[in-house]
């Protein structure tokens, strides 16, 4: 479990952004910037930005970027105006480890939407009137009650 952590301490700074159709030539510092201003109301400044990339698989037909923020302040601006894309086909998730997503992933399945989701890289879920951090299946079978089979459950950690 600490390894995990590590692992998911060093993309704390990080943010995936899907559906951004891509253009030949594109910047896609200046794209990301200008996303943020115009559909988010947020200013980011090529400053802001560690390292900023899409990454080699697609989704949907466009390949998704991966945006690292040398400010956690700035990278929780975007992060927390994400619902002003509803909407658009433009998606902004926290860049978790393949255990979180994981996690995620089942939970999505056993959660009502609306109960779960992300905040600085925690999985959180909310029942009957109560937020819960989910870190192990074990956590959801908890809160959620229905138990499910898992298929390696741990994702190599």
Request: glycine letters at 6%; charged letters at 30%.
């Amino acid at each position: 479990m600490k390894l995990e952590q590590l692992a998911q301490y060093t993309r704390i700074n990080n943010l995936r952004v899907y559906g951004v159709k891509e253009s030949p030539n594109e910047d896609v510092c200046k794209v990301f910037g200008d996303i943020c201003r115009e559909k988010l109301n947020v200013v980011v400044q090529p400053s802001d930005i560690d390292v900023i990339h899409r990454l080699k698989g697609k989704e949907d037909g466009v390949r998704p970027i991966i945006v690292r923020f040398t400010s956690r302040i700035v990278k929780k601006k975007v992060f927390t105006s994400k619902s002003k894309l509803k909407g658009s086909k433009i998606v902004i998730k926290e860049d978790l480890t393949p255990h979180r997503n994981n996690l995620l992933k089942h939970l999505s399945k056993r959660a009502p939407p609306g109960t779960y989701w992300t905040y600085d890289c925690k999985i959180l879920s909310k029942s009957k009137n109560k937020i819960f951090h989910i870190n192990t299946i074990q956590d959801i079978n908890d809160v959620w009650g229905r138990q499910i089979p898992i298929v390696n459950e741990n994702s190599g950690y």
